[in-house]
T-cell receptor
């Protein structure tokens, strides 16, 4: 199993450009999420999905769109990049979102995408 | 006040020593608690869940204190490989069980 894969690993954008960060998992997890990690701050949830065709906003959704057409894939789109979106982006998947504290809640992360917006 | 707070450190500890750090959470309705480990420029990985009765996994012990709203992580006989940032994670029904992440405590084990 590859686990959770993300592409690209690094990306530099100019302000106003758009792009899609790819995320895929081969563990048949229903729950997938996108986080951003900034220095001195905890991971912040951008968007999440509880299954194919179902997405919802997290804590910091502005400027980002997601879709979930299959169980495996959960791409994140930056609509018009801004310097404030410079960050490390992690995609994660799990069986459950954190309901019971058991093994099903374990979040499996991709290796991350380091994005710089100039 | 942040929902989940951690001392950012770094904690500089000699190899073989015991080290402990806490994480406080603000929502008394918090239900699930975890410790994740993150190596430099890598993704977080689950270290252990924290159960109400406390739990131990080898050299690592996690405790939950609901009355004072904190969880703790104790590392015994620390190894150089324990150097990492330790992330405290909490979920609550109020947030639709979304995970709330602390900013992490950096641990450096010195030979």
């Amino acid at each position: 199993n590859a686990g959770v894969t993300q592409t690209p690993k690094f990306q530099v954008l100019k302000t106003g450009q758009s792009m899609t960060l790819q995320c895929a998992q081969d563990m048949n997890h229903e729950y997938m999420s996108w986080y951003r990690q900034d220095p001195g701050m905890g991971l912040r949830l951008i968007h999440y999905s509880v299954g194919a065709g179902i997405t919802d906003q997290g804590e910091v959704p502005n400027g980002y769109n997601v879709s979930r057409s299959t169980t495996e894939d959960f791409p994140l789109r930056l609509l018009s990049a801004a310097p404030s979106q410079t960050s490390v982006y992690f995609c994660a998947s799990s069986y459950t979102p954190g309901l019971a504290g058991g093994p099903g809640d374990t979040q499996y992360f991709g290796p991350g995408t380091r994005l710089t917006v100039l | 006040r942040k929902e989940v707070e951690q001392d950012p450190g770094p904690f500089n500890v000699p190899e073989g020593a015991t080290v402990a750090f806490n994480c406080t959470y603000s929502n008394s309705a918090s239900q699930s608690f975890f410790w994740y480990r993150q190596d430099c420029r890598k993704e977080p990985k689950l270290l252990m869940s924290v159960y109400s009765s406390g739990n131990e996994d080898g050299r690592f012990t996690a405790q939950l204190n609901r009355a004072s709203q904190y969880i703790s992580l104790l590392i015994r006989d620390s190894k150089l490989s324990d150097s990492a940032t330790y992330l405290c994670v909490v979920s609550t029904p109020d947030s639709n069980y979304q995970l709330i992440w602390g900013a992490g405590t950096k641990l450096i084990i010195k030979p």
